[in-house]
């Protein structure tokens, strides 16, 4: 851009690091993927109680992220297709996980940046191992030990292993939507809304507040259709909902 372009008091910032890779993947992807968005709301009280209970019985420090994480991978043990990939440039064949070997990823916000994270094999660790993976990684980021070369070599292990993707910007902001879409290979990926104070009916038809959370899901139409993908919605709310099953 030249400088008579930038006006009066304005100024020009370059789009680099992880921020620049990020755009260019979602560009790339825009153009070709049939992304379809499922939602459902949850009831996130359960889950609240559940991990704050887990952690003083395991002593260690359970995020809401982690019991999302967990459910997300469970969930998926019997819908592995949700995990799924495309293999290279191939658009009319699948690699599916085996259940024991779903993982997780998505970033995860460590001081103001985002940084991404890969728990291999989630639907078989426990929910401890989990929370401990990313508290490992999230110290090791901290400690200025993650730098962009291994930011971009996770990516690339994202891209290489099936995966179901989760972006929780309800970690960061009390917003109560958030939607993109799927990142190829991978043909689905969370988005994740803040739980915010919500009027319900509960079981006895009283009007109650809890904390309620939008989950969208995206999925590439070529891999997955709608029924499918709310049925496993529907289990992965059960299991956020009794969260006590997470306890393997």
Same mark, same amino acid.
């Given at each position: ?98 259940v024991d070997r779903i993982a997780v990823q998505g970033p995860i916000m460590v ?16 929910? !401890?191992?989990?929370?401990?993976e990313m508290r490992a990684e999230v110290a090791r980021i901290r400690s200025g030990a993650v730098g962009q070369q291994e930011s971009l ?39 994740? !809304? ?55």
């Amino acid at each position: 851009m030249s400088s008579d372009m930038v006006p009066p008091g304005a100024s020009v910032q370059d789009i680099t690091g992880i921020q620049k890779v990020v755009g260019d993947v979602f560009e790339r992807n825009w153009h070709e993927t049939p992304v379809v968005h499922v939602g459902i709301g949850v009831n996130m009280s359960a889950a609240e109680r559940f991990r704050q209970d887990y952690g003083r019985r395991h002593a260690i420090p359970v995020s809401l992220m982690n019991v999302i994480q967990k459910a997300c991978a469970d969930a998926a043990r019997d819908h592995p297709l949700m995990a799924a990939m495309f293999p290279g440039d191939a658009r009319d064949r699948l690699i599916v996980p085996h259940v024991d070997r779903i993982a997780v990823q998505g970033p995860i916000m460590v001081d103001g940046s985002a940084f991404p994270l890969l728990i291999r094999d989630a639907s078989s660790k426990s929910l !401890a191992d989990i929370a401990g993976e990313m508290r490992a990684e999230v110290a090791r980021i901290r400690s200025g030990a993650v730098g962009q070369q291994e930011s971009l070599a996770t990516f690339k292990a994202m891209s290489e292993t099936p995966n179901i993707g989760i972006s929780n910007i309800g970690m960061i902001a009390p917003v109560n939507m958030f939607t993109a879409m799927s990142i190829l290979p991978a043909v689905a990926h969370f988005f994740v !809304a803040a739980a915010i104070e919500t009027p319900i009916v509960d079981r006895n038809g009283i009007i109650v507040a809890a904390p309620m959370a939008n989950f969208s899901l995206a999925f590439d139409h070529r891999a997955l259709s709608a029924g499918p993908v709310a049925a496993y919605l529907g289990q992965f709310k059960d299991l956020m909902e009794q969260p006590e099953r997470l306890d393997r």
